[in-house]
């Protein structure tokens, strides 16, 4: 009896010795002590919330991942700061002397948008995604599916455009004032000729306007710009490292 129990006690023995303790710390493994700092393998690992892998538990994760995003994180948002500031800079420096800019650009529901045409509407600059009549940049009619989209988004907020060249307004405006003109001459109804000469003479005149003050816009253009593209590509740079961390945080790498 003794003997069997002997045996019984060393097989048991025997099987918990050689099996992985069920709170033995693994990577990716969960854990509940924030900050607990183990061993696994030849790395260290750290009790936190992986910032790719299951981001709301505490889980083991190697630490170097946890430096790597928090300079990735630190990098990202010194990169979008600069951008930002660089990009309000130009809207203040640049709306005071584009009245004439976006008064020849205001949308208007006679004219005949071709993709890429630039309107002001509202408070803010559209581009078209496709050529269209009457369809306002409201709400319904916003995405890249529809008939507009913001023009050149801001980092800081997607639903602010900004301002474009003079050159191509005024490129712009000269088909079109051609194109509202020959369809006035086409027009067989009375107060719809009336309705697109009137605006082809309005845009003329916005356009010599425009003409005439583009100097000051095309200057701030000039000056801000360049160091805009720069910055832009400084913010995509730093972004294309993320699915690095991403991967020397994935608890199976």
Known sequence: MNKRISAAVMASFLVIGLATPATAATAGGACT???????????????????FFSPTKLTYVWDGCIELNTDYQAGIKEAQTVLRASEANRFQQIEPVGTTLKDLIKWNALITYAKGNIVYYGSTYYQ????????????????????????????????IGQMPTPSVVLATATKQIAAVTAASVKSTVPATKLKLNTLAADLTTKRAALEANQGPIQSVIDTL?????????????????????????????
């Open 225 to 253: 710009d360049p160091v805009l593209t720069e910055l832009k590509s400084a913010v995509a740079l730093v972004s294309i490292t993320r699915d690095l961390v991403k991967d020397k945080c994935n608890p199976r790498y």
């Open 33 to 51: 002590k924030a900050g607990q700092i183990v061993k696994i393998g030849n790395n260290t690992y750290v009790c936190a919330k992986n910032p």
């Open 128 to 159: 078209a995604t496709k050529t269209s009549v009457n369809k306002a940049p409201t709400t319904a009619n916003i995405g890249k599916t529809k008939f507009w989209i913001v023009s050149q988004p801001t980092n800081a907020n997607s639903k």
